[in-house]
């Protein structure tokens, strides 16, 4: 049997979507579309978040951050599936593959510890109104945001280096990207002691962020429920329901791909859920924050009558 290690120059062909030939030209024609929807989305709450002062809150502080994490995260494994999908080039070497799974897990893990910190700034909004600009401080605000990327490159690292120590046979890779389990059930020998490891890491990055989250919303709802007033409990209820969308759409795709065992992890199945957390939800992240929000809405509109005026 071949074993496949960090000095291998020979990498990996990765099979994508090409076991479903007929569905190739509809998949890129979708995924164009839906890759140019998102650098625009996000690039534009980027862009508002600098030029209206409104916007100069902690809440889009960190919205601003989660909008840079998602054009991240699609850039670091559409192009290469695009590229896939054209046919044009399938292969791609060890080294890249260990650096798309560190980039793809450090992401991941960002988004994991900065949807708390949104968490911690919507529980300072409703539960404490009157102390959240003390609470919120800026300080407090940058300090949240580095540690949500430390938190996860740290933890991609910790992951990454037990990927790497393992032999792994053969160089075909059944996915669009390198993926953790699948790269898991390509080991050489028994992952079981390696698998318990990564399972912690896993823990540590996503119940523990989610546990957080929940306890925060917990605390919200019963600060909600103490308001007397419709409109009150509305509004409230309101500045947290897009951040409960986005948790539930990251954490539903998340906890479905990295802690099942991998035993029980279906490549096919697999490429198909990747395609909704690494594309649909970074393109739909920036729709669920406006749609609903007058702020952002006001500053768009600002902004293009500026452009108007200025033609």
């Known amino acids: 049997m071949e074993y496949l290690n960090t000095s291998s120059e020979e990498g990996f062909i990765l099979v994508g979507f090409s076991d479903w030939p007929h569905v190739v030209p ?5 995924i164009s579309i839906f ?7 996000n690039t534009v709450i980027i862009i508002l978040s600098q030029l209206d002062l409104r916007l100069h809150t902690p809440m889009y502080y960190f919205l601003c951050h989660l909008s840079f994490l998602d054009l991240c995260y699609t850039a670091s494994t559409v192009p290469q599936l695009l590229v896939n999908l054209s ?4 292969t791609i070497s060890f080294g890249r593959c260990v650096a798309q799974l560190c980039i793809v897990l450090s992401l991941g893990g960002t988004e994991c510890v900065l949807l708390v910190t949104m968490a911690i700034d919507r529980y300072a909004a409703v539960c404490h109104p009157l102390h959240y600009t003390t609470i919120m401080h800026p300080v407090l605000c940058r300090a949240l945001v580095v540690f949500s990327w430390v938190g996860g490159l740290v933890n991609s690292l910790i992951q990454t280096s037990f990927v790497m120590a393992m032999p792994l046979c053969g160089h075909q890779l059944n996915h669009f990207f390198c993926e953790l389990p699948v790269l898991l059930k ?5 992952t079981g002691g390696t698998e318990v490891n990564l399972f ?8 523990c962020p989610l546990l957080l989250i929940l306890g925060s919303y917990a605390h ?3 600060a909600v429920l103490n308001i007397r007033s419709m409109a009150g409990r509305r509004k409230a209820f309101g500045t947290c329901a897009s951040h409960l969308i986005v948790v539930a759409m990251f954490y539903g795709s998340a906890i479905s791909t990295y802690l099942q065992p991998v035993h029980r992890y279906s490549e096919k199945e697999g490429k198909f859920l990747a395609l909704f957390y690494t594309i649909i939800t970074p393109m739909l992240n920036p729709l669920i924050y406006t749609l609903r929000n007058k702020d952002v809405k006001g500053a768009l509109w600002k902004v293009l009558g500026r452009g108007t005026d200025s033609a």
């Open 200 to 207: 912690v890491a896993r823990v540590i990055i996503l119940v």
């Open 87 to 90: 046919g044009l080039d399938r």
């Open 26 to 30: 509809i998949l890129f024609a979708f």
């Open 186 to 190: 390509m080991a050489c020998e028994d």
């Open 220 to 222: 919200i709802a019963r």
């Open 35 to 41: 890759y140019s929807l998102t650098l625009f989305g």
